[in-house]
C-alpha cells in the first residue's frame, strides 16, 4: 500500500480516492473517503481488502450483497481494483461507525435513542435473515450511522462488513467460523475449543445482537462501545466467561443478573427491565432459545412505544 499512501489522490475509473482520509481500519481492510468525478461530485467510501485471504470470499458476497437494497443495510455499488487491491465502493455514512457516533455526537442519547438504533439494527437483520444471509460479524464497528435521507434531522443506522457472511437457506446449520470475540456466542468458544463446528441458522447473530444492545445500554462516554471488558475464555470445562459480565458455569447456566448498571436511565425502569429480558432471551446459551431476529424488533417496538409515553411525561413534568 506504500504507493496508495504517497499520493494525495488516486483516481480509480470514475473515483477519486484519497488516501490521506482514512475512515476506519479493521482486520481486512482500510476504507477512505472517495469522491465520483461526475457532475454530482457524490461522496463515497472505498473498501480496499488488503488481506489476501479473505479478498475473494469478501468481494464475492460485496457483489451479492450489491443486489440487496435496504434501508438498514449500507447500500454497496460496484468494485474496481488499485494497485491490484480489490475496493469496493459504498455509500458514504458520514457519522461513522456506531461506537464512533456514540463517542462523539454532541448531545446525551438518551434511552429512546438507543432503543431507535437497536430496532434499525435488528430491522436489517431481520432483513438479512429473510434474504437467507447471516452477517456473522455483527458487532457496533460494523454498524454505520448515516444521515436520513428522507429526514435529514435523523440518523439511519445501517449493518456492514459482509467480509463473514454465508449465503445459506433458512433453518440450515451454518459453519461458525472467526469474527470478534467480545460479540460472539458460547458456540464460538466451544468451537475454538473443539467442542462443536455449527450452529442453527441466524442464531449467532442475535446473540451479537443481544450483546450489541447491552454494550448500547451500558455505554459511557469516552469508552468503546463493548459488553465485556475481556474475553479469555481458557477454561471451557468450567466455566464459559463472555467478559466480565455473564459468566456461564456447566450446570448452573448464565448468570445474567448484572446485566445493566443500575444508575442507567433509572427514569425508565420498567422499560429497562423489559429490555434486561429481551437481551437475556437473546443471549442465551443454547442457540435454539434465542429467538428470531423479528421476533426481537417486535419486543423493540413495544419497548419504545411505553419509553417515548414515558418521555413524553418526563417532558411534561419539567
Ligand atoms: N461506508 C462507510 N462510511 C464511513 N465509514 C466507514 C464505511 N465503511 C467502513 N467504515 C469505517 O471503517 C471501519 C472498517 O470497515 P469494515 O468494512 O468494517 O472493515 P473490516 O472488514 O476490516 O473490519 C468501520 O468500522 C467504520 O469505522
Ligand atoms: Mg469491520
Not at 79 to 101: A, K, R, S, T
Not at 146 to 151: G, L, M, P, S, T
Not at 225 to 237: A, F, H, I, Q, S
Not at 297 to 318: C, E, G, M, P, R
Amino acid at each position: 500500500m506504500g504507493n496508495i499512501l504517497s499520493s494525495p489522490v488516486v483516481v480509480v475509473g470514475l473515483y477519486s480516492v484519497y488516501p490521506g482520509e482514512i475512515l476506519g481500519q479493521g482486520a481486512f481492510g482500510t476504507v477512505y473517503r472517495a469522491v465520483k468525478n461526475d457532475w454530482a461530485r457524490k461522496q463515497f467510501a472505498v473498501k480496499v481488502i488488503t488481506n489476501p485471504v479473505a479478498a475473494a470470499q469478501e468481494v464475492e458476497n460485496a457483489r451479492k450483497l450489491s443486489l440487496v437494497k435496504h434501508k438498514n443495510i449500507v447500500n454497496i455499488l460496484e468494485n474496481h481494483q488499485i494497485y491490484g487491491y480489490p475496493f469496493i465502493v459504498m455509500e458514504y455514512c458520514e457519522f461513522g461507525d456506531l461506537d464512533d457516533y456514540f463517542n462523539n455526537v454532541n448531545e446525551p442519547i438518551d434511552f429512546v435513542k438507543k432503543v431507535n438504533f437497536m430496532m434499525q439494527i435488528t430491522q436489517g437483520l431481520a432483513f438479512l435473515h429473510k434474504s437467507n444471509i447471516i452477517h456473522r460479524d455483527l458487532k457496533p464497528n460494523n454498524v454505520l450511522i448515516a444521515k436520513d435521507n428522507e429526514n435529514p434531522s435523523k440518523k439511519v443506522a445501517k449493518l456492514s462488513d459482509f467480509g463473514l457472511s454465508k449465503f445459506c437457506g433458512p433453518n440450515q446449520l451454518v459453519e461458525i467460523y472467526g469474527g470478534y470475540e467480545w460479540f460472539k456466542g458460547p458456540e464460538y468458544f466451544l468451537h475454538k475449543a473443539g467442542y462443536y463446528t455449527q450452529v442453527l441458522y441466524g442464531s449467532e447473530d442475535v446473540f451479537s445482537l443481544g450483546l450489541t444492545m447491552l454494550a448500547m445500554l451500558q455505554f459511557k462516554r469516552g469508552q468503546k462501545l463493548k459488553p465485556v471488558v475481556e474475553n479469555n475464555p481458557t477454561n471451557v470445562e468450567k466455566t464459559l466467561p463472555i467478559g466480565d459480565v455473564m459468566v456461564w458455569r456447566w450446570g448452573q447456566g448464565l448468570d445474567t443478573n448484572v446485566l445493566v448498571d443500575n444508575e442507567i436511565h433509572t427514569e425508565y425502569g420498567k422499560q429497562i427491565q423489559k429490555m434486561k429480558l429481551l437481551i437475556s432471551r437473546a443471549i442465551s446459551f443454547s442457540p435454539v432459545d434465542r429467538p428470531g431476529a423479528q421476533d426481537v424488533y417486535d419486543a423493540l417496538s413495544n419497548i419504545a412505544f411505553h419509553a417515548t409515553s414515558v418521555k413524553h411525561q418526563i417532558f411534561a413534568s419539567t
